[in-house]
C-alpha cells in the first residue's frame, strides 16, 4: 500500500476547494498586510539554544550535520521510544497555522496535537539529505495553546532536524514580565540557601540559577536551595516566566555555606588514593598481598564479596585460593595487615559485587540477609566500612518509578534500607563508598528508568535514588569514569573516556547537580567536594578508558584550580575534591606504580 496516496488526494481536494472559494463573492486571499501580522511562534526552532524549550525523550543537539546556523536536533529512537521532541506554543482561537522544518533521516514526522479541530502531521520515508516538511492546520474556536513535535520512528536509527517554525497570528499574551528584583539570601546552612524576592507584575512562577544553571521552578516569591556543599561559594539569580516568555536575569546574590560535619569520615587526608585490592581472584595482574601495598593507598577496597545467588542477599568472601593465588598470606597474616593498615590511618573496606557478583535485594528477607551477611565480614575481618559496586542488572528501576527522591522499586528501596542500617549499626566511624558506572549515575541527566513514555534502558540512572538517599552518610563516591559508552554532559554534548574532557565533564556533573532525565523541577543536588573521587584504570590493561598521567593531572587542575582546562566548561572550582580512585592496586603494581606516582606527584 502506498501511504503517500491518501495525502495526495487531499492535496488535490483542496487545490479543487481554494479555487472554488475564490470565485465566491467576498471571499478573497489574504492580503499582504494580514500577513505581515503574521510571526514565527516556535522557539529555538533552530536548536542554536540547546534544547531550550523543548521537551525530548531521548534528544541532544549537534553541530554536525546543520542546515543553517551551527546547531540542529539529532534524535535516537530505542525500544518503544519514538524519541519525540515537542515543544507547547501559545495560539489564538480560530486562526490559520503553518507548521514547517527541516529533517534527515528515515521515516521522520513533523505534526502538531492540541489544535482544537484536525490534529496534523506530515513525514518522510528517506531523507539522505536535508528536506523540508510542511503542513497547515486551523485552530478551534477555544484553542489557545497547541503542541508541535516532531519524531522518528521506532528502531530506524537517528535522525536530524532544524529551522522548525510555526508561522500565523501570535497570541496576545503581552510582554515578558520584568528582571525580579530585592534578591536577598535569608538563611544559610552548611547544605542550603533560602531566597527571596519581590514579586514582579505579571509572572506566573519563577526560575532560580545556581552559578548560571536553571535549577528550579517555583510559584512563589522564596526558594530554598538545597544539596550545597558546606564552606563553598554560590551565585543566584531569579527569573520571571509568564505565557510570553522569560525576563532577564535579576541582580546576582552570592551566598557561602557554613562549614559542616558531613557524612565522611573525619580521619581521612584531604586528598586520599583509593584502590581496588584483588583478594578473592587471579588475574594477569598478579596476587599483591596487603601488607605489600604501598603507604599511598588510603582507602583499600577488598574485591570482592559476592551473592551465593543473585536473589539471596546472602554475602560471602572467599580469599582467594593458594592453588589460583599461591602468594596469598594466611588468614591470620592478612588479618595482621588489616590492622596494621588502619594503625597506619588507612581504611580497608569489603567491596561488594564487581562485574559478576550481581545483587538484587527483591525481597526484605534478601535485605535482612544482606545486612547481616555483610556485618558478619566486617566483624570477622575487623573491617572500616563498606563499598558498593553494583553493576550490571543489580539495580534498576520499574516502570513508573519516575522520582529519584521517592524511589518505589524494591530493590532500590531494600538497598537504601539495608545501608541505613549498617551505617546505625557501627555509627559515625563506620566508611561507607560507592563505585557506580556512568551509565547509573551521569546517564540519569539525559534518561531515567523506562522514562514518561517507556521503552528505555529501566537501569539508566538507578544509583540517584541511593546516592541521594545516603548522601548524608556517604564518604565518598568514586563513578567508575572507565569502560563507559558517550556520555552527554552539562554542556549537552557527548564526551567519551579517552582524554581529560571526560573526567573533568562526568566529575563536574557531580559537583554541580543536574536535572534528572533534564526535568529542571527534578534536579539532583551536587555531593560535597570531598565526597567524590574521579574512577580511573590503573593502565591499558585494567580497562577501557585508560590516560596517560599528563592527562590525570589536567583532570585535577582544571577542577581543583580551574586552570589547564579543555573545551568543556565547569560550572565551579573545587580545590576541596577528596581524590582519585583506580582500578585496581594490582595493576598499578603491574604497571610499576604509574598510578599512584601520579597521585603522590601532584598532591605531595
Known sequence: MDRDRPFARRRRLLAVLTATLLT??????????????????????GFESGLDGWSCSAGTTVSSPVRS?????????????????????????????TLSGYVRGSYVYLGASGTGTTDVSTWTQ???????????????????????????WYGTGAYYADDISLVGPGASTGQPPAAPTGLKADAVTSS?????????????????????????????TSATVTGLSPATAYSFQVTAVNDAGESAKSATVTATTSPGSGGGSPDLPAHALVGYLHASFANGSGYTRLADVPDSWDVIDLAFGEPTSATSGDIRFTRCP?????????????????????????KVLISIGGQNGQ????????????????????????LDGLDIDFEGHSLSLNAGDTDFKNPTTPVVVNLI???????????????LTMAPETFFVQMGYQYYGTGKWGGQDPRCGAYLPVIHALRDDLTLLHVQDYNSGPIMGLDNQY???????????????????????????NVFPPLRPDQVAIGMPASTNAGNGYVPPSEVTRTLDCLTKKANCGSYPTHGTWPGLRGLMTWSVNWDRFGSWEFQRTFDGYFG
Open 192 to 220: 542550603s540557601v533560602a531566597l527571596s524576592w519581590s514579586a514582579v507584575t505579571g509572572a506566573t512562577s519563577y526560575a532560580v540559577h545556581r552559578d548560571g544553571m536553571r535549577i528550579q521552578t517555583v510559584s512563589g
Open 322 to 346: 593458594v592453588t589460583e593465588c599461591p602468594n596469598a598470606e594466611s588468614d591470620a597474616d592478612f588479618k595482621a595487615a588489616i590492622k596494621a593498615k588502619q594503625a597506619a590511618g588507612k
Open 69 to 97: 546556523g551551527s546547531s540542529a536536533l539529532q534524535a535516537t529512537p530505542a525500544g518503544s521510544d519514538n524519541a519525540q521532541c515537542a515543544q507547547t506554543v501559545t495560539v489564538q482561537p480560530n486562526s490559520q497555522y
Open 417 to 431: 534500607s539495608a545501608l541505613k542500617t549498617l551505617k546505625a549499626r557501627y555509627g559515625s566511624t563506620f566508611v
Open 24 to 45: 465566491v463573492p467576498g471571499v478573497t486571499a489574504l492580503s499582504s498586510a494580514a500577513r505581515a501580522a503574521d510571526a514565527d511562534l516556535a522557539r529555538n526552532g
Open 359 to 382: 545483587v538484587q535485594l527483591t525481597t526484605t528477607a534478601a535485605r535482612d540477609a544482606f545486612v547481616s551477611s555483610v556485618s558478619k565480614i566486617i566483624d570477622d575481618y575487623g
Open 495 to 521: 564526551h567519551s573516556m579517552g582524554g581529560a574532557d571526560f573526567h573533568i565533564a562526568m566529575t563536574d556533573m557531580l559537583l554541580t547537580g543536574f536535572p534528572a532525565a533534564g526535568d529542571a523541577n
Open 126 to 152: 528517506s531523507a539522505p539529505d536535508w528536506q523540508q516538511l510542511t503542513t497547515t492546520f486551523r485552530t478551534g474556536p477555544s484553542t489557545t495553546k497547541v503542541t508541535i513535535y516532531t519524531h522518528g
